[in-house]
């Protein structure tokens, strides 16, 4: 009888033993899997969110255009296959990603950064005056620690029609991050000499090259720019049988450390063909340290 129990229980356990095993293994691994960050949405895709601040920098195009993040994203790489999308809402600031999880792992490499790395949004205006009121102007900016002054006064010029305002744009970047900035006034098609279908556009206006830092405290920033300002457009001739292109252009390069918020007159130059006439470069940045970007579904980690 006993043999007989004994036996019975040597069956049961080794019965029982899997899922005893089983159940000891799951305990201990305790390593999220994908869909514990992530809704699942369809085969291998899942949907992430984002909450992406007021201040988020995405580079432009070559020709100065802004681009959506799933442009962006598909730029630095990333494949946006059947079903997979990248979209803002702009009304809550939230970004939707349906991606495969290696893409989605890419995306937030690129989106999430760093608390202490300040967003800046730069923009910059061009006036044209005459050369009396340029004068008054560069006197109410000399020694005064912003140009807030100048500026409302070529504004009260501008409202009076004594003043022009030629151009102007903004974008959105990051402390040590090169930034470019274009108010494109048009495009001429370049064309081979021996040719006559177009071989791509030149772009003609004002575009400013950026290199903004900040200080620790982001109320602090140094801009070492560059502006390529265009008065007309370009010109292509031929030049030994080939095109060359002639800009009628002035090009600066310069730096200028001022105050987040705050305008800075940076720059002045002569209209050509026109001694009465001076344009003036005034440049504007705003830092804003709270530009992170938060993942909105936060990891469901197993129970322990």
Avoid: C
Wanted: hydrophobic content about 40%; proline content about 6%; overall charge negative.
């Amino acid at each position: 009888m006993e043999a007989i129990l004994l036996k019975t229980f040597f069956v049961i356990a080794i019965l029982l033993l899997p899922a005893i095993f089983s159940q000891e293994i799951s305990s201990q691994d305790n390593v999220p899997r994908f869909e514990d960050y992530y809704e699942k949405v369809g085969e291998n895709l899942f949907r992430a969110l984002y909450r992406i601040p007021g201040f988020f920098y995405i580079p432009p195009t070559p020709d100065y255009k802004q681009q959506t993040f799933q442009q962006w994203f598909e730029a630095e790489g990333l494949s946006f296959g059947p079903g997979a999308f990248a979209k803002l809402n702009e009304k809550d600031r939230i970004l939707e990603i349906v991606q495969t999880p290696d893409q989605i792992t890419i995306a937030e490499v690129l989106l999430i950064r760093p608390k202490m790395v300040h967003s800046i949004r730069i923009s910059f205006d061009i006036y044209e005056l005459s050369a009396a009121d340029a004068g008054a102007t560069l006197a109410l900016a000399a020694g005064e620690p912003d140009h807030t002054k100048a500026l409302a006064f070529i504004k009260t010029k501008v409202k009076s029609s004594e003043a022009t305002h030629l151009r102007g744009a903004s974008t959105t970047t990051m402390s040590g991050q090169i930034a470019k900035i274009g108010s494109t006034k048009g495009t001429i098609q370049r064309t081979d000499s021996d040719e006559k279908e177009p071989k791509g556009e030149i772009l003609w206006g004002s575009f400013l090259e950026l290199d903004p830092v900040t200080g620790s405290d982001g109320q602090i920033v140094d801009l070492n720019f560059k502006i390529d300002h265009d008065f007309a457009a370009p010109q292509v001739i031929k030049n030994n049988g080939k095109p060359e292109i002639i800009y009628n252009r002035t090009s600066i390069i310069s730096m200028i450390t001022g105050f987040s918020s705050f305008p800075y007159l940076v720059a002045t130059w002569e209209t050509p063909n026109s001694a009465e006439k001076i344009q003036i470069l005034f440049v504007r940045s705003k830092t804003d340290a709270a530009g992170v970007v938060e993942r909105v579904r936060e990891a469901k980690l197993p129970a322990k």
